[in-house]
């Protein structure tokens, strides 16, 4: 009887990350390097920096910000790096949150007008809040320091705008000192003067160019800036791409140099996209061929690495101040239905009920004009909640997360069923020229293939022209997605038993992503179990083991490859391994049940199969296992209930169906045992050796003429005499 089977507070950027910057041309040591390439090559530097973080303010009034410090602390690390011009701590000064008050903060810029010299540079980057209290030609605004008060900036802890353009001034044209500038002070927020623009005229203020300074907004004066999870587990759009584009992801002609110019279209290609359907649009001014940073190639190498297989993602942005603000002019119907609409995206209540669902009540407000600058964000953050459990799979699958594709048939369809739904209403509202339409897109048909492989995971060839279909029509989408190439490795092997097409898919896809395992398990699988060519099998075990030969994926791998070749007690090793990292692995409990089996530990195997059932009720290979066990201790009455259960789950799976062929035929009834072995036969099933061995099978093959047809019919070849 054949028992064996192988085989994942949000904050809208409210951030102000006012900084004035300068950094070296080329690398330098502890703050001093050569200049920039349009000034003359004999001149030696040095580059002071100060950068501030605040995420977190003193007084309750003013909104706490989410990752101001830690996009301060990002360009910090650049500045330390070669690139940025290896700065240390005689060079820099980093202060966050409770670090940056007012007296440290004028401290720190008093450092800088005395030690910065003719030649040098100086840097600043100062990322919180920035506001005015009223709106005058004389009140260009404040920067907030951690200790500001929530409402009269004039009685201190606020750093004027007017005395910050007059050190720029004094360091530019006294000192003669280069400056640089870089300002993200446009955010949403409840502060003294959001009734005022307060946001907005700062931004605008900052704008202004007093002196032979360069400088860079996040975004234009009637704009707000984004953070989110999306960018580096917890950025500012703009600072993440400043910083990836200082680095040297902005280099647009190869020539080791980042330019002002290089990095402004940076900036804009990578922050406008990005931040859609909201408008956030860097401003980048002053002299387009100065050199602002030389590429360090071991650190872009690492950037580069540290991106390799990372999927495009689209995140919900958080805007409380902004909310708040409009939702004080609403009525109480508009007010309520706009929190309903949040609660149903928590709730990941989209479609149902119809009329008290997301959908429901963004189709009613989609078009409210009193609701302003908040539709763009509820149309960001419903398209966002749409795809977010999505993309949580994308990235397990990318992870190689096996316990994920340990799921039930059952349990897998509950869970991803909505999905194509979900991406296609996505899709729509971003609309065709949004960055994110065709990702949605190829997504949706990846889940549709994804599912109909699912609840036909046994040889069909219309079922793999289905699944092609879709992927195709994904691929017309996103030509370069990993999934697709794996899934179409998939259905060579299984749907399409085309072994050539299956392992020239799961290269492709793990040529697009070199770390990625699971597609060489899936083909391992199938290169050691359905088509006995263990040599190869032997050559992508190796590849597995290349990448990480300990993980949970290696270890299972190395459990199936050894389990097939019958080396029984390192398969058991490998599986212990297994479930050392993760008790939970329901596929790790029913092949080492089998291992068990094989050597007549059936103690151990009754433990581990119901370990796997006790686990997830609807796996249906550990139902037909135990079934076996049963069947050997003479419990047949039990054993028919374990065969038939997994047949339940799965009706075209060969190995239940085989299974029930067995138990029927040792019961000689004959009529019934023939009906499971057509099914198993028309479903898959290829191993003829062990049809003709079977015992089970004995009274069956008595029935000469009947078995000679179903073997000619299914084994052509084999039949010859």
Not at 113 to 118: A, N, P, S
Not at 459 to 475: C, F, H, S, T, Y
């Amino acid at each position: 009887m054949q028992f064996l089977e192988k085989l994942a507070k949000h904050a809208t950027m409210i951030m102000v990350c006012f900084c004035v910057v300068s950094w070296t041309a080329s690398g330098q040591t502890k703050g001093v390097g050569a200049m920039a390439a349009n000034e003359p090559a004999s001149a030696t530097v040095n580059t002071y920096a100060l950068v501030v973080g605040i995420s977190n303010y003193q007084d309750p009034v003013i909104p706490d910000l989410k990752y101001a410090d830690r996009d301060a602390r990002a360009f910090a690390e650049f500045l330390r790096s070669k690139a940025g011009g290896q700065l240390d701590d005689a060079h820099l000064k980093l202060m966050l949150n409770q670090e940056a008050t007012l007296g440290q903060f004028a401290a720190a810029l008093d450092w800088l007008l005395e030690v910065c010299k003719e030649g040098d540079r100086a840097i600043i980057y100062f990322s919180g809040h920035g506001d005015v209290e009223r709106k005058t030609v004389s009140q260009p605004g404040f920067l907030l320091c951690w200790d500001a008060p929530g409402r009269v900036y004039m009685s201190g802890g606020a750093f004027g705008l007017a005395y910050l353009e007059e050190i720029i001034t004094t360091l530019s044209t006294v000192n003669k000192s280069k400056v640089w500038m870089v300002a993200d002070a446009c955010h949403s927020g409840k502060l003294s003067g959001s009734q005022i623009g307060g946001a907005q005229a700062t931004a605008a203020s900052l704008s202004r160019q007093y002196a032979n300074e360069i400088k860079i907004l996040s975004c234009q004066p009637n704009e707000f800036s984004l953070e989110g999870e999306q960018w580096g587990g917890g950025r500012g759009v703009f600072s993440y791409y400043l910083v990836d584009g200082l680095i040297g992801l902005a280099n647009l002609n190869n020539d080791s140099l980042i330019s002002l110019h290089e990095l402004n279209r940076f900036l804009e290609d990578k922050v406008i996209p990005e931040a859609a359907p909201q408008n956030q649009i860097p401003m980048v001014l002053g002299n387009k061929t100065e050199v602002l940073s030389k590429i360090d190639q071991k650190l872009l190498q690492q950037l580069i690495k540290s991106k390799e297989g990372q999927l495009v993602t689209f995140v919900q942005t958080e805007s409380k101040g902004l909310e708040e603000q409009v939702l004080e002019h609403v009525d109480s119907l508009r007010r309520w239905s706009y929190m309903r609409f949040k609660e149903m995206l928590v709730a990941k209540k989209f479609f149902s009920p119809e009329k008290d669902c997301a959908d429901y009540y963004y189709r009613m407000l989609e078009h409210d004009e009193n609701l302003g600058p908040l539709l763009n964000s509820m149309k960001r953050n419903y398209a966002a909640a749409l795809q977010d459990d999505a993309q949580q799979i994308m990235n397990k699958l990318l992870q190689s997360e096996l316990m994920e594709l340990s799921l039930s048939v059952r349990a897998a369809n509950e869970k991803y069923n909505a999905y194509p739904e979900y991406l296609d209403r996505a899709a729509e509202l971003l609309g065709t020229g949004h960055y994110m339409h065709p990702f949605l897109k190829a997504r949706k048909y990846f889940f549709e293939a994804y599912l109909i492989l699912l609840n036909n995971k046994h040889k069909d060839l219309n079922v793999g022209r289905q699944v092609l279909e879709k992927l195709n029509a994904a691929l017309s989408y996103q030509p370069d997605m990993p999934h697709i190439y794996w899934m179409m490795s998939l259905v060579h092997g299984f749907s399409l038993g085309q072994a050539d097409s299956s392992i020239h898919y799961a290269d492709r896809a793990v040529q697009l992503v070199p770390s990625w395992q699971l597609p060489y398990v899936n083909l391992l699988f199938l290169l050691a179990d359905k088509w006995k060519d263990m040599e190869k099998a032997a050559y992508y075990l190796e590849k597995i083991n290349a990448v990480d030969s300990t993980n949970l994926v290696a270890c299972y791998a190395n459990a199936i490859y050894h389990d097939v070749k019958g080396i029984s007690g390192a398969a058991e090793y490998f599986l212990k391994r297994a479930l050392e990292q993760n008790p939970e692995f329901v596929a790790a409990h029913n092949l080492l049940g089998n291992i068990y089996l094989h050597t007549g530990q059936l103690d151990l195997s009754r433990k581990h199969y119901q370990a796997a059932i006790l686990r997830d009720p609807d796996y249906p290979m550990a139902h037909t296992n135990l079934g076996i066990v049963y069947y050997i201790e003479g419990n047949k009455q039990n054993a028919l209930k374990e065969f038939e259960e997994a047949h339940r789950l799965d009706p075209r799976g060969p190995f239940y169906n085989y299974n029930l062929a067995c138990y029927y035929g040792g019961e000689n009834q004959v009529e019934t045992a023939f009906q499971y072995l057509e099914a198993a036969l028309q479903n898959g099933w290829t191993n003829y050796a062990y049809l003709m061995d079977d015992s089970a099978l004995e009274n069956l093959r008595k029935e000469a003429k009947r078995w000679e047809e179903m073997m000619n019919k299914y084994f052509p070849n084999r039949q010859k005499k």
